[in-house]
């Protein structure tokens, strides 16, 4: 497998502007997460999906990120309008299990978003 | 609501033993995962504990004690390719929580 797949790797866009990041999770794996690392902030978890319902986007910032995924296979994470503070590193993960448990999460690479 | 508290950095020499040291607040505990995450890459799993003891897999050992909250991962015969950063994650209701990371150092 080739693991988890997020695009894109780098992303640079103005304030305003609309973002969208995407993400390929492992096949035949039901949970699907989305984090955000910051240096301040550490890794937080934004929302995550179970059998692709969302279950919890308690910790989606603001309604300017929105989270979709519309089949097992794929899932967006959009933000708009972009302000500069939301520059970080976007991580996407996928589990066979919601809790982690003994096979953990996977991770995909990541994209860093930088908005000027 | 969750938290975990770790040190924020740590330094040892190749070869040495380190132990990294996680305390944690969960409501619904039900297990503390660790991850290794190298400058510019995306955190890998290491193990996880959901009962209490000593897990082993090769070099790293995870540590678990429920009635203390508490659990460490341990790295036996350092290498420079250790160098990283360490969270402790742990797991309740569903969500897995990170902690802020602990930051190994190894000097030749």
């Known amino acids: 497998d080739a693991g988890v797949i997020q695009s894109p790797r780098h992303e640079v866009t103005e304030m305003g502007q609309e973002v969208t990041l995407r993400c390929k999770p492992i096949?035949?794996?039901?949970?699907l997460f989305w984090y955000r690392q910051t240096m301040m902030r550490g890794l937080e978890l934004l929302i995550y999906?179970?059998?692709?319902?969302?279950?919890?986007d308690s910790g989606m910032p603001e309604d300017r990120f929105s989270a979709k995924m519309p089949n097992a296979s794929f899932s967006t994470l959009k933000i708009q309008p972009s302000e500069p503070r939301d520059s970080a590193v976007y991580f996407c993960?996928?589990?066979?299990?919601?809790?982690?448990?003994?096979?953990?999460?996977?991770f995909g690479s990541g994209t860093r978003l930088t908005v000027v | 609501g969750q938290s975990l508290e770790q040190p924020s950095e740590v330094t040892a020499v190749e070869g040495a033993i380190v132990q990294i040291n996680c305390t944690y607040q969960?409501?619904?505990?039900?297990?503390l995962s660790w991850y290794q995450q190298h400058d510019g890459g995306a955190p890998t799993f290491l193990s996880y504990?959901?009962?209490?003891g000593l897990e082993e897999t090769g070099r790293f050992s995870s540590f678990l004690s429920r009635s203390d909250s508490y659990g460490y991962l341990l790295l036996q015969e350092l290498q420079m390719k250790d160098s990283a950063s360490y969270f402790c994650?742990?797991?309740?209701?569903?969500?897995?929580?990170f902690g802020a990371g602990t930051r190994l150092f190894v000097k030749a």
């Open positions: 999906f179970n059998n692709n319902v969302p279950i919890d």
């Open positions: 504990n959901a009962l209490d």
């Open positions: 993960a996928s589990s066979l299990d919601a809790g982690g448990g003994s096979y953990g999460y996977t």
């Open positions: 994650a742990s797991t309740g209701g569903f969500k897995t929580i």
């Open positions: 969960t409501s619904g505990f039900y297990g």
């Open positions: 096949s035949g794996h039901n949970s």
